[in-house]
């Protein structure tokens, strides 16, 4: 019979190896299925060739920035409300109240516009109505194309330094093309074909429309997946509670959804919830390490290795700033505030874990005027932007040098 300092040994190693998995499995998809990420981004389909639709219940204000933002190039903008706004610039449709289906929220109102707003285009691109597109000239030839975020500051200094951390993780994005389920999709900024929009539908019960559709779509087709880097901005949460809501809605979605993925998939998935939901406790694993006797069987070991895991969350952080191009000199203070970030960005999703919510809770937008206020631009900066340019910055080989400003540059390489 195993010894109490046996069990905790064991205990300590299957909870080190479900987090290393985790942590081998995203260096893998960042440094190696990442490599011809970007080999098929030439531009083949124009902005003719788009319809966007902006989605909404009824944020006005927020909405009209978004629209304001999209290319002159794209001739149909459509808005997708719940309720009635005056929108320049874009045909707005009202999802009737007495529309009923299986969808229910967000997921019911793209399933009305999809049985009843018209479109010719090849591809649809989705919005939310928050993000504001940049760097936009054309789409390169896939079924599904996601573009990448950059969450721009809203006020709120936590908020913002778990949305940088969180831009580091989603480097894994890299290499998503190299599955045949990406691992999720992010609803703000994507592009679909038209005719697989039609055919898989939204008429589905979940609160994580985006990752669901890709899903069902991947099952249904040899799906084509291309990242695009143009960092789109969208806003990070304005306070610490909307953010935890936000997190617990997008682990409830992933949990409740989760059938949809085969067998060889279930263990990634897994791995990656333990590993979201619980990374606080990764330092835990490593002073458990010292503080056992070193007779336990393996602690020497356990302790290099679990030390070593717990340096993976600080390489998270660091990814995140590269994407925010955050001048070296801050780097220090956002690496020293990391233990933060994974707390704070965790506790969220540890909730979705614990107590999943069923109902979509829209996270709460702010307008542009406070964007320009808080990030010290010029008034009126916001809405004079082109969505087929960078926004803030003209130059991405430049750095930020403030903690909490921002700045829109490319941060990939394209050397690989």
Same mark, same amino acid.
Not at 324 to 330: A, G, N, T
């Given at each position: 019979?195993?010894?109490?300092?046996? /069990?905790?040994?064991?205990?300590?190693?299957?909870?080190?190896?479900?987090?290393?998995?985790?942590?081998?499995?995203?260096?893998?998809? +960042?440094?190696?299925?990442?490599?011809?990420?970007?080999?098929?981004?030439?531009?083949?389909?124009?902005?003719?060739?788009?319809?966007?639709?902006? /989605?909404?219940?009824? $944020?006005?204000?927020?909405?009209?920035?978004?629209?304001?933002?999209?290319?002159?190039?794209?001739?149909?903008?459509?808005?997708? &409300?719940?309720?009635?706004?005056?929108?320049?610039?874009?045909?707005?449709?009202? +999802?009737?109240?007495? @529309?009923?289906?299986?969808?229910?929220?967000?997921?019911?109102?793209?399933?009305?516009?999809?049985?009843?707003?018209?479109?010719?285009?090849?591809?649809?691109?989705?919005?939310?109505?928050?993000?504001?597109?940049?760097?936009?000239? =054309?789409?390169?030839? $896939?079924?599904?194309?996601?573009?990448?975020?950059?969450?721009?500051?809203?006020?709120?200094?936590?908020?913002? /330094?778990?949305?940088?951390?969180?831009?580091?993780?989603?480097?894994?994005?890299?290499?998503?093309?190299?599955?045949?389920? !990406?691992?999720?999709?992010?609803?703000?900024?994507? $592009?679909?074909?038209?005719?697989?929009?039609?055919?898989?539908?939204?008429?589905?019960?979940?609160?994580?429309?985006?990752?669901?559709?890709?899903?069902?779509?991947?099952?249904?087709?040899?799906?084509?997946?291309?990242?695009?880097?143009?960092?789109?901005?969208?806003?990070?949460?304005?306070?610490?509670? &909307?953010?935890?809501?936000?997190?617990?809605?997008?682990?409830?979605?992933?949990?409740?959804?989760?059938?949809?993925?085969? !067998?060889?998939?279930?263990?990634?998935?897994?791995?990656?919830?333990?590993?979201?939901?619980?990374?606080?406790?990764?330092?835990?694993?490593?002073?458990?390490?010292?503080?056992?006797?070193?007779?336990?069987?393996?602690?020497?070991?356990?302790?290099?290795?679990?030390?070593?895991?717990?340096?993976?969350?600080?390489?998270?952080?660091?990814?995140?700033?590269?994407?925010?191009?955050?001048?070296?000199? /801050?780097?220090?203070?956002?690496?020293?505030?990391?233990?933060?970030?994974?707390?704070?960005?965790?506790?969220? $999703?540890?909730?979705?874990?614990?107590?999943?919510? *069923?109902? @979509?809770?829209?996270?709460?937008?702010?307008?542009?005027?406070?964007?320009? *206020?808080?990030?010290?631009?010029?008034?009126?900066?916001?809405?004079?932007?082109?969505?087929? *340019?960078?926004?803030?910055?003209?130059?991405?080989?430049? @750095?930020?040098? =403030? +903690?909490?400003?921002?700045?829109?540059?490319?941060?990939?390489?394209?050397?690989?």
């Amino acid at each position: 019979m195993l010894s109490v300092q046996g /069990l905790l040994a064991v205990f300590l190693w299957v909870a080190f190896a479900v987090y290393a998995f985790s942590a081998l499995w995203w260096l893998l998809e +960042v440094f190696v299925l990442r490599h011809g990420w970007n080999t098929d981004t030439d531009e083949v389909w124009g902005l003719d060739d788009i319809q966007v639709r902006v /989605l909404t219940i009824d $944020a006005e204000p927020v909405v009209q920035q978004t629209v304001n933002a999209v290319p002159d190039g794209v001739a149909d903008i459509r808005v997708i &409300a719940e309720a009635a706004v005056d929108i320049d610039g874009a045909t707005v449709h009202v +999802v009737p109240d007495e @529309f009923d289906c299986e969808a229910t929220n967000k997921g019911r109102a793209v399933e009305w516009a999809r049985r009843n707003v018209d479109a010719d285009e090849e591809y649809l691109l989705y919005l939310d109505e928050d993000t504001i597109v940049t760097e936009l000239t =054309g789409l390169p030839d $896939a079924d599904f194309i996601q573009f990448t975020e950059k969450p721009i500051y809203t006020g709120s200094r936590l908020t913002y /330094l778990c949305e940088v951390f969180r831009t580091g993780y989603q480097f894994e994005q890299l290499g998503f093309h190299r599955l045949s389920y !990406p691992l999720y999709a992010w609803g703000g900024g994507f $592009a679909i074909r038209r005719t697989i929009e039609a055919e898989i539908g939204w008429n589905v019960a979940t609160i994580t429309e985006d990752t669901n559709l890709i899903w069902r779509a991947a099952k249904e087709y040899d799906l084509t997946y291309q990242l695009v880097n143009t960092r789109f901005r969208n806003q990070a949460p304005p306070s610490v509670s &909307a953010m935890l809501k936000q997190r617990r809605r997008w682990m409830s979605g992933t949990m409740g959804d989760d059938h949809l993925l085969p !067998p060889l998939y279930r263990p990634l998935y897994f791995t990656r919830v333990v590993a979201w939901a619980f990374s606080p406790f990764v330092p835990f694993l490593a002073v458990a390490s010292y503080l056992l006797p070193g007779t336990a069987p393996g602690m020497e070991l356990y302790s290099i290795l679990s030390t070593a895991l717990l340096g993976i969350l600080f390489i998270y952080m660091v990814f995140g700033l590269i994407a925010y191009r955050k001048h070296p000199i /801050l780097w220090p203070l956002f690496l020293l505030l990391t233990p933060v970030a994974v707390v704070l960005h965790s506790i969220g $999703a540890m909730w979705g874990v614990v107590r999943p919510v *069923e109902t @979509f809770e829209v996270t709460e937008k702010v307008a542009a005027d406070t964007i320009e *206020e808080v990030n010290e631009l010029e008034q009126g900066e916001l809405a004079s932007h082109e969505g087929t *340019e960078r926004l803030l910055r003209d130059s991405p080989d430049e @750095f930020e040098s =403030g +903690v909490f400003s921002d700045d829109d540059t490319g941060v990939l390489s394209d050397d690989d």
